[in-house]
């Protein structure tokens, strides 16, 4: 079994709707989750990150987070074409490292 | 500005050569890290390193060896046993208090030629 497993994608959406991401952990003792977008040929950039149970929103984006279901998502309000990338979902399992998910790859239509 | 620096950018190694790919980084973080991503599949950890003069296995690390002799330093080396090298090699610092996630350097893609 995966540690991380991301909803496959590709992911569509048209501009100025809610693109909405999907992650899944195995280790219920995780306790710190991130999403990093990007660009194709690019390095990850950190853009959320979160601890507790529930949701937290910075811009456009808003991140939630429920342990008990070992489940993270993020949800991308408003979507604009900058926004096409890979999104990266990463969890921290202990000792500083963390795992990531294979990525979902967005398309925002213009 | 503080960052993490990868060189070089592209690099072509021949078949049986080992190369060894660079990391710096000035923002004064104990931990380094060095995945590989190839498409599809994700970031996959070679090698880190939470302190200098120590660092530890990760989840594919055949074939490759590492340093860390100075804080800011931690060079991989990709050595003619690891038989398909080419891919986008990502190295990331972190401090080790806190958790803060990793930032990233810019990457350095390499192919075997």
């Known amino acids: 079994q995966k540690e991380v497993e991301q909803n496959s994608g590709p992911l569509s959406v048209p501009e100025g709707a809610i693109a909405s991401l999907n992650c899944t952990y195995s280790?219920?003792?995780?306790?710190?989750f991130f999403w990093y977008r990007q660009y194709s040929g690019k390095s990850p950039e950190l853009i959320m990150f979160?601890?507790?149970?529930g949701d937290k929103e910075d811009g456009r984006f808003t991140a939630q987070l429920n342990k008990a279901s070992q489940y993270v998502s993020l949800l991308i309000r408003d979507s604009q074409p900058s926004d096409s990338a890979t999104y990266l979902c990463a969890v921290n399992m202990g000792d500083y490292k963390l795992s990531f998910g294979a990525g979902t790859t967005v398309t925002v239509r213009a | 500005d503080g960052g993490i620096t990868q060189s070089p950018k592209y690099l072509f190694r021949k078949e049986g050569q080992n190369v060894t790919l660079s990391c710096e980084q000035n923002?004064?973080?104990?931990?380094m890290y060095w995945y590989r991503q190839d498409p599809g599949q994700g970031l996959r950890l070679i090698y880190y390193?939470?302190?200098?003069?120590?660092?530890q296995k990760g989840d594919i690390a055949e074939g490759y060896s590492v340093s860390r002799e100075k804080k800011e330093s931690f060079p991989l080396t990709v050595t003619s046993a690891q038989k398909n090298p080419t891919a986008f090699y990502l190295c990331a610092s972190s401090p080790v208090t806190g958790d803060y996630g990793y930032t990233f350097g810019s990457g350095t893609r390499l192919t075997v030629v």
């Open positions: 390193s939470q302190i200098v003069n120590d660092f």
């Open positions: 979160i601890y507790s149970n």
């Open positions: 923002l004064n973080h104990d931990a």
């Open positions: 280790d219920r003792g995780s306790q710190s």
